[in-house]
Each structure stands twice: as C-alpha cells, then as structure tokens.
C-alpha cells in the first residue's frame, strides 16, 4: 500500500495514522509474525501495553519486518497501579518498555487506566518528564473521564494529545466526545469491532453489502469519518490485516452514517477495569 493514502490526524506536535494494529491478546510467534506482517505490507502504527505481556513480541516483530523506527507510530502503555504509591516508578516502567520493545523512543506513552490510588498530581508531571527527557515523543492517557481529564490537564505542562478509550458503534461517548474535539485530544477507538459484535449487526451488513466491503470495515470506516478520531483495529491473523487497512478508503455517505450513528446504547460497553470503574461520562 502506498503510504500516500495513509491519513493523519494531527493533535499537540503529534502526527498520529488514523488507523493502527490493536496487540491486545496477540501472543507468542503470532504476535511477532503479524507485527511484522503488518509493518511490511504499510501499517505505519501499532499499539501495545505492558499489562499485554507481548512487548518483548512486538518488538521482535517491529525487528523481523525490516521497516525503519522512523516509518512508524508505536504507543505503549503504563498501568499506574503498577505503580501504587510510588510514581517515581514510571521512569523505570518506561525504560523498561523502550528495552522490551528494542526501542530508543516511544512515540505515544499512555497512562492506561486512571487509578485513585495513584494521584494524577504526580504521575501526570512524571509523565511530562518523560517527553521531555526524549524517552516519549507524545503523551496521552486512556480510559480517562472528563472529570480526570480536566484534573491531568492541570497538572501537565506538554499537551495531553490522545485519550484511548472504547468507542465503536454500540456505544455513546458523545459527552466526552465533544469535549475532547474542544480540547485538541484525539479519541484513539479502542475495540474498534466491538471485540466483533459488529460482525452481526444487521444495519452495518447492509451497508458493508451495499460497499461491497466487510461489517469491519464499515464500522472503522464510520469510526474515521470524524477528523478528531483514531482507530486501532486488533488482529492476529494476517489475513485480517490487509481489509482492516483498507477501512482507510471506505467513504460512507451522511445518511449510512446517520444510520451507524443511531446504533449507540447507554448499556454498549464490553470492557471495564476488573476492580476500578470510572464513572463513565455516557
Ligand atoms: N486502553 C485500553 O484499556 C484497551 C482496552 C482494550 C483494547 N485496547 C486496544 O485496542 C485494540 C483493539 O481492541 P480489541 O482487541 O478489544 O477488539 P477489536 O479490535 O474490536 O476486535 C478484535 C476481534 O476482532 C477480530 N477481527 C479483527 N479484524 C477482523 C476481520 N477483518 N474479520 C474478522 N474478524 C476480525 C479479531 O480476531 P482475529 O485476531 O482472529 O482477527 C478479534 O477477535 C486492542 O488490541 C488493544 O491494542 C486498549
């Protein structure tokens, strides 16, 4: 794929590719394969967390492709309570990263879930430091309400650039939505394919047949129409790779989008924190 038709959205100094490979539950010589596939055949972004043990894999797959650091966009992420009441840790937990991924710099680091336990007042300026010392070129933070939005904006002095969260077309999120887009953060759509209910759901084959496209690529195709969004699909199996990709040149008109747009529930959400919830905006 040309790297022409690859899209950016741009948010702080960042220039991040509208769409990316999800690692999440990519494991072993699958993970190091597809990684590697994806950066060969054009993905210029992939997304990994500590908490997915697959770091060490990501970065054998980013190794194995042969495609330069500077050809792509690589996010990982921090869980704080790894951190518990020392967020002098992060320097450590970032350095780490850059040595499992193989890595010199981070092109977004996130903080992946917010955590009362570890308050933003320190982890947000550590975070900072980070930018600034060069280990990350970006910051972000993922699973963040409004309320704690506002709370790390105070405490950063670099731009907060994404906000990684779950977003696909049974979920609502307009409230934070509208907020990030008056706040220059970009809404990073986490479970994209709705961990694959999209599959099913009549509305969207319709239009995927309409398309002649896929349900998976009309639901990322939808995720992208808004300039102030980012998807990073999930797949372990190559054959996924190149379709999700090609997300990037299906157009939808106002009305199959209006149609996408009336699927969201208030009872939409697939993944929650195992013993933390936020109090989610909508
Ligand atoms: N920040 C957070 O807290 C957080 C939470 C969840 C996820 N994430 C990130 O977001 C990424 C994506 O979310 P997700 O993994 O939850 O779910 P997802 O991307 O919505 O769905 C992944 C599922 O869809 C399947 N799939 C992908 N492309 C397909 C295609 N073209 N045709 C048929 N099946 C397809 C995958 O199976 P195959 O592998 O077999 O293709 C997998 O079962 C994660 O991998 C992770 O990087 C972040």
């Given at each position: 794929?040309?790297?022409?038709?690859?899209?950016?959205?741009?948010?702080?100094?960042?220039?991040?590719?509208?769409?990316?490979?999800?690692?999440w539950?990519?494991?072993?010589?699958?993970?190091?394969?597809?990684?590697?596939?994806?950066?060969?055949?054009?993905?210029?972004?992939?997304?990994?967390a500590q908490a997915y043990?697959?770091?060490?894999?990501?970065?054998?797959?980013?190794?194995?492709?042969?495609?330069?650091?500077?050809?792509?966009?690589?996010?990982t992420k921090i869980f704080p309570d790894d951190l518990k009441?020392?967020?002098?840790?992060?320097?450590?937990a970032?350095?780490?990263?850059?040595?499992?991924?193989?890595?010199?710099?981070?092109?977004?680091?996130l903080l992946h879930w917010p955590d009362d336990r570890v308050?933003l007042?320190?982890t947000?300026?550590?975070l900072?430091?980070?930018?600034?010392?060069?280990?990350?070129?970006?910051?972000g933070v993922s699973n963040f309400n409004?309320?704690h939005l506002?709370?790390a904006?105070?405490?950063?002095?670099?731009?907060?650039?994404?906000n990684q969260v779950e977003?696909?077309?049974?979920?609502?999120?307009?409230?934070?939505?509208?907020?990030?887009?008056?706040?220059?953060?970009?809404?990073?759509?986490y479970?994209?394919?709705?961990?694959?209910?999209?599959?099913?759901?009549?509305?969207?084959?319709?239009?995927?047949?309409?398309?002649?496209?896929?349900?998976?690529?009309?639901?990322?195709?939808?995720?992208?129409?808004?300039?102030?969004?980012?998807?990073?699909?999930?797949?372990?199996?190559?054959?996924?790779?190149?379709?999700?990709?090609?997300?990037?040149?299906?157009?939808?008109?106002?009305?199959?989008?209006?149609?996408?747009?009336?699927?969201?529930?208030?009872?939409?959400r697939?993944i929650e924190h195992p013993d933390y919830t936020p109090e989610w905006?909508?």
């Amino acid at each position: 794929m040309s790297t022409k038709t690859y899209n950016m959205r741009s948010a702080g100094q960042a220039q991040i590719p509208v769409l990316g490979l999800g690692t999440w539950q990519s494991t072993g010589a699958d993970c190091v394969e597809v990684v590697s596939k994806a950066l060969q055949m054009g993905y210029e972004h992939i997304d990994t967390a500590q908490a997915y043990g697959n770091e060490k894999e990501v970065g054998q797959g980013i190794k194995q492709s042969g495609v330069g650091r500077d050809k792509f966009f690589l996010t990982t992420k921090i869980f704080p309570d790894d951190l518990k009441f020392q967020p002098e840790k992060l320097l450590a937990a970032a350095k780490s990263s850059l040595e499992n991924l193989d890595t010199d710099y981070l092109d977004l680091l996130l903080l992946h879930w917010p955590d009362d336990r570890v308050p933003l007042s320190e982890t947000i300026p550590m975070l900072c430091e980070l930018q600034k010392q060069g280990l990350t070129r970006n910051i972000g933070v993922s699973n963040f309400n409004i309320a704690h939005l506002l709370e790390a904006q105070k405490y950063a002095d670099v731009p907060i650039v994404v906000n990684q969260v779950e977003f696909h077309p049974f979920i609502k999120q307009h409230t934070l939505q509208t907020f990030l887009a008056n706040h220059h953060i970009l809404l990073e759509a986490y479970s994209p394919l709705a961990r694959g209910d999209v599959f099913d759901n009549e509305v969207i084959k319709s239009i995927a047949d309409t398309h002649n496209v896929t349900p998976a690529q009309i639901s990322l195709a939808w995720i992208l129409s808004d300039k102030h969004r980012v998807a990073i699909p999930k797949t372990a199996n190559p054959e996924h790779l190149q379709g999700n990709l090609d997300a990037i040149k299906v157009q939808l008109s106002a009305d199959e989008l209006q149609q996408i747009d009336s699927l969201a529930r208030s009872d939409g959400r697939k993944i929650e924190h195992p013993d933390y919830t936020p109090e989610w905006d909508d």
